[in-house]
Nanobody, 123 residues
Framework: QVQLVESGGGLVQAGGSLRLSCTAS??????MGWFRQAQRKERAFVAAITWSGDRTSYADSVKGRFTISRDNTKKMVYLQMNSLKPEDTAVYYC??????????????????WGQGTQVTVSS
């Protein structure tokens, strides 16, 4: 099993940047993803990266602004968020797909989750 802990959230003005980090423990040779959940909305896909880092996938709403990366030597996954908008406000979750090696974009593709970190973008 893998345990995940997110960090790096906070309050930022529109147009600003934040970098989220996800610290993993246990076996980590999995596809990793970032999801977010805004108030009164369902959890939504943001980005994913394969174990080797050779492939990534992004939601259309964040393409060109967000970058997912990982450092397997440190068991870390990152989400660099630039040009933030108020609609990016949400709790951001790190997730691991321990059952496959694809680039899933659905909540059901992932079976290990962190506790989430709040990102608030003010206008």
């Amino acid at each position: 099993q893998v345990q995940l802990v997110e960090s790096g959230g906070g309050l930022v003005q529109a147009g600003g940047s934040l970098r989220l980090s996800c610290t993993a423990s246990g076996r980590t040779s999995y596809t990793m993803g970032w999801f977010r959940q805004a108030q009164r909305k369902e959890r939504a896909f943001v980005a994913a990266i394969t174990w080797s880092g050779d492939r990534t996938s992004y939601a259309d709403s964040v393409k060109g602004r967000f970058t997912i990366s990982r450092d397997n030597t440190k068991k870390m996954v990152y989400l660099q968020m630039n040009s933030l908008k108020p609609e990016d406000t949400a709790v951001y979750y790190c997730a691991a797909d321990t059952g496959g090696y694809g680039l899933g974009s659905s909540v059901v593709d992932y079976d290990s989750w962190g506790q989430g970190t709040q990102v608030t973008v003010s206008s």
